[in-house]
């Protein structure tokens, strides 16, 4: 059973950087057939897609966030990571890691997600 | 970008009720659109994908259809298990897209 779980600081002060892990178990990052992504829900808002990465490394980002955002893999670790250099309030959220699948027809959706981290922007 | 509307925000409904969810898109997205469940403190889990193929393990109750702009989430008869916040999603051309604003179905 695939298992992703989310890790991160909690509580940053403005400007300070963000870094958040995903640590995966039950397959491995390099599955080639598989991407892995990163979603955020602000208190009282909807979801937002951040970026995903591929198996081999290829990043793609939102482009309303104007990639402020860095994506990453740690395949020694079977882990992927989300950095931001310099947080505001308007990052605080929930973070989601997911897997994102898709079909043979190449339709893709996030399955299955972790169960978030907090993170709060606070001075 | 291409935006989701997702509507209505909020639903009461009841225990056997038939229940539909709807999400416009801003652009012709052929059939590119995930449907998701969130319960509170549980991870969001995917119900729909394509626009109409039900996730293995999800209940036949659920179905989803619409293609192009108009996109549908039915709940044919609600169980107690069913009061969550639903999101829409569309991965039209995108490794990520946008997502709707969410509906909470809640008892009236």
């Known amino acids: 059973q695939l298992l992703l779980q989310e890790s991160g600081p909690g509580l940053l002060k403005p400007s300070e950087p963000l870094s958040l892990t995903c640590s995966v178990s039950g397959d491995t990052l390099t599955t080639t057939s598989f991407y892995w992504g990163w979603i955020r829900q602000p208190p009282g808002k909807g979801l937002e897609w951040i970026a995903t990465i591929s198996s081999s490394g290829g990043a793609y980002y939102n482009p309303s966030l104007q990639s402020r955002f860095t994506i990453s893999l740690d395949t020694s670790k079977n882990q992927f990571s989300l950095q931001k250099n310099s947080v505001t309030p308007s990052d605080t959220a929930l973070y989601f890691c997911?897997?994102?699948?898709?079909?043979?027809?190449?339709?893709?959706?996030?399955?299955?997600w972790g169960q978030g981290t907090l993170v709060t922007v606070s001075a | 970008d291409i935006q989701m509307t997702q509507s209505p925000s909020s639903l009461p409904a009841s225990v056997g009720d038939r229940v539909t969810i709807t999400c416009r898109a801003s652009?012709?997205?052929?059939?590119?659109v995930n449907w998701y469940q969130r319960k509170p403190g549980k991870a969001p889990t995917v119900l729909i994908y394509?626009?109409?193929t039900l996730q293995s393990g999800v209940p036949s109750r659920f179905s989803g259809s619409g293609s192009g702009t108009d996109f549908t989430l039915t709940i044919s008869s609600l169980q107690p298990e069913d009061f969550a916040t639903y999101y829409c999603?569309?991965?039209?051309?995108?490794?990520?897209?946008?997502f709707g604003q969410g509906t909470k179905l809640e008892i009236k």
């Open positions: 997911a897997r994102l699948v898709h079909n043979s027809a190449y339709y893709f959706w996030f399955d299955p």
């Open positions: 394509a626009a109409s």
């Open positions: 652009q012709n997205i052929d059939n590119y």
């Open positions: 999603q569309h991965t039209y051309r995108t490794l990520g897209g946008t």
